[in-house]
């Protein structure tokens, strides 16, 4: 795996001048290098050496960003593979020849001196890199020779630690002196990457240069195939990591818009009725603990939330005057109120997304014995959610204070769920909310403690802003 640091820093002089100052030192270590490796390697074929160059050149176009500082690529492949096989002056030269294909040459005129500085900081940092990985699998086979396949297994994994450790070292440098990075922010980038590349691409190149030796040198084309197959999982990989962060911010956002505009929907319900201000706050946690409790998934228990913070919103439509009537309903004023499930429906279903909400909205007034409104759904029709928005619903009714009445003690409550199983609310449900009350304390059971009213200022906020906008 090769690692780069990406220069850019226009008008930073200094930067520019420590750049310029390594790329010096750099050139003196490769020269002094190149002259003993000339002089001590010996002739190695050369159609094989130029073969690795080309691939590792075409290896290196196609990079991957780690961060806004780092890149990737494989072109430690054909480094290492000539490490083991031809020694360091030829992975020194694959090494060096893989940035050939990122020759600046049509580099504006802006950045033209940048973009060379770049490009021979990396020529000459991959040439170090390249005959320091051949010198270490040099030293790994020096004992037990090109033919044994356990000395051609330690070279390889030794010169891919060595070239992996230079990788790193290079490109920490080079970010650090260019001054756009610190060594404790770049390492966690670089860590996971480098560590899974020894055992990833070892054990092929190890297996390759063996066949190499002691099968046949026409045994080298079939290097290609794991190459370019290793390269394009790692840029699947990078792809499907990519794709998996943009999925969770996009899927943040759209929660936090539902339940935005949930939270508006519902501080104009509120505004509007005083006496059931905070009614949908509390439904809303209390059908959520209600999913939990019957350990429905964690997406369930968010729906079952933004449900329940919705499920009145049809009220919004109902006639002027009806909600804050003081006195009992008439008959035909009853029939009215029971269209709000209905209203809430229709409001809902030309968002998107709320296509599921809508619908849970709709049956949250059925029954289990049929006799509900708007559509006399029996219990196995009803959804799920609907059944658990009824109970939470009913309950905070009951011990919620009204204009017709005050509110009941949570004993008598509860006693009236349980009475009520069976005919209008599901078993299983009304259960679960018994043993949630059972364990909760006295503030929790009225609807008062302090979340219930955390969520009815969230939602008074959401809807100041709301209106701002507008």
Not at 261 to 270: I, R, S
Not at 306 to 323: A, Q
Not at 396 to 421: C, F, I, K, N
Not at 422 to 427: I, L, M, R
């Amino acid at each position: 795996m090769v690692l780069e640091g990406l220069i850019t820093f226009p008008g930073m002089a200094r930067p520019t001048m420590r750049l310029g100052l390594y790329t010096a030192a750099l050139a003196f270590a490769v020269f002094i290098t190149a002259a003993v490796l000339v002089n001590a390697a010996p002739t190695r074929p050369s159609w094989a050496v130029l073969a690795l160059a080309a691939l590792a050149a075409v290896a290196e176009r196609s990079r991957v960003r780690l961060s806004p500082t780092l890149e990737l690529s494989i072109s430690l492949l054909p480094i290492l593979f000539a490490a083991v096989v031809f020694g360091p002056l030829a992975a020194m030269c694959v090494g060096a020849a893989s940035l050939l294909s990122d020759i600046p040459l049509g580099s504006r005129a802006a950045s033209y001196d940048q973009a060379w500085l770049r490009w021979t900081i990396y020529s000459l940092s991959e040439s170090l890199t390249g005959a320091a990985t051949g010198a270490a699998a040099a030293l790994a086979l020096h004992a037990g020779g090109h033919s044994t396949l356990g000395p051609i297994v330690l070279a390889t994994v030794l010169g891919a630690i060595v070239s992996q450790t230079l990788d790193v070292t290079f490109s920490t440098l080079t970010v650090w002196l260019r001054g756009r990075g610190r060594v404790r922010d770049i390492l966690p980038t670089v860590a996971p990457v480098v560590s899974a590349s020894v055992p990833l691409y070892a054990p092929v190149v190890a297996l390759l240069a063996f066949s190499y030796e002691v099968v046949s040198p026409w045994t080298l084309p079939l290097f290609l195939v794991p190459a370019v197959a290793a390269h394009r999982l790692f840029m699947l990989y990078q792809e499907q990591i990519r794709l998996t962060e943009n999925l969770v911010v996009a899927n943040v956002r759209l929660e936090n818009a539902n339940l935005s505009f949930a939270t508006a929907l519902v501080a104009t319900l509120d505004a509007r009725d005083r006496y059931t201000a905070g009614h949908s706050a509390a439904v809303a946690i209390y059908a959520r603990d209600i999913a939990r409790r019957m350990a429905l998934d964690e997406e369930q228990q968010q729906l079952a939330h933004l449900c329940g913070l919705v499920h009145d919103i049809g009220k919004v439509g109902l006639p002027p005057g009806l909600l804050e009537k003081s006195g009992a309903l008439s008959l035909d004023e009853r029939r009215q109120m029971e269209q709000h499930s209905a209203i809430g429906e229709r409001i809902l279903s030309k968002v998107d997304d709320y296509a599921e909400i809508s619908r849970v909205v709709r049956h949250h007034h059925e029954r289990v014995d049929g006799l509900g409104y708007p559509d006399g759904l029996p219990a196995d029709e009803i959804p799920l959610l609907s059944r658990i928005i009824a109970v939470a619903d009913a309950y905070d009714a009951m011990t919620s204070d009204r204009p017709y009445r005050e509110a009941m003690p949570s004993r008598v409550a509860r006693l009236r769920l349980a009475q009520a199983v069976e005919s209008q609310f599901d078993t299983a449900v009304v259960a679960a909310f018994e043993a949630i009350l059972t364990a909760a304390n006295e503030d929790y059971r009225a609807g008062s403690r302090e979340d219930f009213r955390l969520q009815e200022q969230e939602a008074e906020a959401t809807a100041i802003r709301h209106a701002r906008a507008i």
